[in-house]
């Protein structure tokens, strides 16, 4: 390691990466074999091979990814019909190994609340601190979420919340399409068993991959959409603007406080 470098500089190194936490005190390659693991030369050899050619090499890797993300999505397809009750679901959920990002969360983060609630809310994923509890919304962003319920009278343990993905990101990044695509088979299913009058998506990412569009969340802001279930249930949608960016841009807490109050009119007509 280069002497020159000061702690403050590795560890600011290590959030421009994305690595935001530690998970123990003794450090450790995760991808590592455990047996016969190799120590890195940081010696530059004398003789340089020459390249071999690699021809096809990245058009299969690209085959195989493609091809583990398909059949890892008819595995969660396939779970979900088993599962008759929403404690049923988390087990599998638990359980379901088809998600790389299983490898680096703490916690599977399943929906949470009142399982026969007349509104289901939906966020894009977990973050670090719902990572460490399990929970969803449980941060700064839960925190200004239930507040916003409070101020139209609605209670959080009235709610079932959850999320696209039952796992957090690595450093919060933006999950790829492959892994909205395998966690989806399971948000869908929560939508089932709690059947509710109403869901309100927020953020456009999670608005996104539910109603499979890709309009921005502008646009799908503040007007009654439609989710259909598999078993031809029309649920009314609201989207609205995410907690995590209201936080970061307040100017926008007006037009959320309108869809809260949208919500809050339906469900009491519901
Ligand atoms: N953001 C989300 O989308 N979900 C959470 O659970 C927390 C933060």
């Known amino acids: 390691m280069n002497e020159n470098l000061n702690v403050k500089e590795i560890l600011e190194w290590y959030l421009t990466a994305g690595v935001d936490e530690t998970c123990g005190d003794e450090p450790f390659a995760l991808r590592q074999e455990k047996t016969d693991a190799k120590v890195i030369s940081t010696q530059i050899p004398k003789q340089i091979e020459p390249l071999k050619k690699i021809e096809e090499t990245p058009r299969l890797a690209t085959t195989e990814l493609a091809q583990a993300t398909v059949s890892a999505c008819q595995n969660a397809r396939e779970l979900c019909k088993k599962a008759e009750t929403i404690a049923a679901l988390k087990e599998l959920v638990e359980g379901f190994d088809g998600c790389s990002l299983k490898l680096t969360a703490n916690k599977t983060v399943f929906g949470y609340g009142n399982e026969h609630a007349k509104l289901l809310l939906i966020g894009e994923a977990p973050g670090a601190d719902e990572d460490r509890s399990g929970i969803p919304f449980v941060g700064r962003s839960g925190q ?25 990101p690595p450093g ?12 989806l088979p399971f948000l869908k299913r929560q939508i089932e068993l709690v059947n509710p009058e109403i869901i309100m998506i927020l953020g456009g990412s999670a608005a996104n991959a539910l109603l499979d569009n890709g309009e921005p969340i502008s646009k799908l802001r503040g007007k009654w959409l439609e989710y259909k279930t598999q078993e031809g249930k029309k649920i009314p949608v609201l989207a609205s603007f995410h907690p995590a960016y209201l936080l970061r841009n307040s100017g926008q807490k007006a037009k959320a406080w309108v869809d809260m109050l949208r919500m809050k009119q339906k469900l009491c007509n519901s």
């Open 144 to 168: 200004l979420l239930e507040k916003m319920l409070n101020a139209v009278g609605v209670k959080r343990e009235e709610c079932f919340i959850t999320n696209v993905l039952p796992w957090r």
């Open 172 to 183: 919060n990044r933006t999950p790829t399409e492959g892994e909205i695509a395998v966690c």
